[in-house]
T-cell receptor, first 116, second 116 residues
Framework: AQKVTQAQTEISVVEKEDVTLDCVYETRDTTYYLFWYKQPPSGELVFLIRRNSFDEQNEISGRYSWNFQKSTSSFNFTITASQVVDSAVYFC?????????????FGAGTRLAVHP | GEEVAQTPKHLVRGEGQKAKLYCAPIKGHSYVFWYQQVLKNEFKFLIS????????ETGMPKERFSAKCLPNSPCSLEIQATKLEDSAVYFC??????????????FGPGTRLTVT
């Protein structure tokens, strides 16, 4: 069975704090993709990152960084020096090999509120 | 086009009425996906298409939901005899690749269906 768990339902931080959003996944596939999406209050889904299971290198993009660890089946997302504009619901998702045509399996999302 | 287009943006239906939602995938994309998001919670996969053929319909409530992707027409998702529980945002996504690289599902802005 494939499953994505985002145990943190809501996180509240003050601006400039660092925050980590957890994502744990389950899959029997040896090849798969993991994603993070942002859904701001306006409702659209914004793609943040894609990582395939063969690439365990951590990635940094500006204030965003991702830590992929196959040993713990985790793909955590850290926002450094958070800003009010980071307030959104963040979804982690998984898709098996052949990801171009396979459905995304989403976690329940983590609502992040960044206060001034 | 370069974006997934969904119409209408909002749709209000009385319980028992029919609802029809449309999606125009990005030109050149072969795969179309429909997802349902209730109350900004997790996404539920409904159905996917490869061109005009159903690829995966494991998430479709077969009794009242149907979908089509016909050549030279927007894809459609139809709900017969809507129920209150069908109130949700319906997202369409499209993708182009079936290989292991450059895979991403591009999401439309969603159609908010309210059943009263």
């Amino acid at each position: 069975a494939q499953k994505v768990t985002q145990a943190q339902t809501e996180i509240s931080v003050v601006e400039k704090e660092d925050v980590t959003l957890d994502c744990v996944y389950e899959t029997r596939d040896t090849t798969y993709y993991l994603f993070w999406y942002k859904q701001p209050p306006s409702g659209e889904l914004v793609f943040l990152i894609r990582r395939n299971s063969f690439d365990e290198q951590n990635e940094i993009s500006g204030r965003y960084s991702w830590n992929f660890q196959k040993s713990t089946s985790s793909f955590n997302f850290t926002i450094t020096a958070s800003q009010v504009v980071d307030s959104a619901v963040y979804f982690c998702a998984l898709t098996p090999v052949g990801g171009g045509y396979n459905k995304l399996i989403f976690g329940a999302g983590t609502r992040l509120a960044v206060h001034p | 086009g370069e974006e997934v287009a969904q119409t209408p943006k909002h749709l209000v239906r009385g319980e028992g009425q029919k609802a029809k939602l449309y999606c125009a995938p990005i030109k050149g994309h072969s795969y179309v996906f429909w997802y349902q998001q209730v109350l900004k919670n997790e996404f539920k996969f409904l159905i996917s298409f490869q061109n005009e053929n159903v690829f995966d319909e494991t998430g479709m409530p077969k009794e009242r939901f149907s979908a089509k992707c016909l050549p030279n027409s927007p894809c459609s998702l139809e709900i017969q005899a809507t129920k209150l529980e069908d109130s949700a945002v319906y997202f369409c996504a499209s993708s182009q690749s079936s290989g292991l690289t450059d895979y991403e599902q591009y999401f439309g802005p969603g159609t908010r269906l309210t059943v009263t």
